[in-house]
């Protein structure tokens, strides 16, 4: 799991840099595993804001598209 993890954040920090994004939505099976939120809210830089996908509907990604929409808004 660590490897996974450490690749999320790695990929996060390279699109945060090469194509100056700040806002982050995690959804989809793996953004449920409260391993994972306690990595990257202790790694990533405060600059960057990010959301979660409630757990429980974290299995769907149809809900990771719902929540980019309104985030959107």
Not at 29 to 37: A, D, E, I, P
Not at 51 to 65: I, R, W
Request: avoid cysteine; charge should be neutral.
């Amino acid at each position: 799991m660590d490897r996974i993890i450490d690749s999320i954040i790695g990929m996060t920090l390279m699109i945060s840099e090469k194509y100056s994004k700040k806002d982050f939505i995690f959804s989809g099976g793996v953004s449920s595993s409260g391993y994972l939120r306690k990595r990257i809210e202790n790694e990533l830089p405060e600059a960057l804001k990010y959301v979660f996908g409630a757990p429980e509907l974290s299995g769907d990604k149809a809900v990771g598209t719902a929540l980019l929409i309104a985030y959107d808004r």
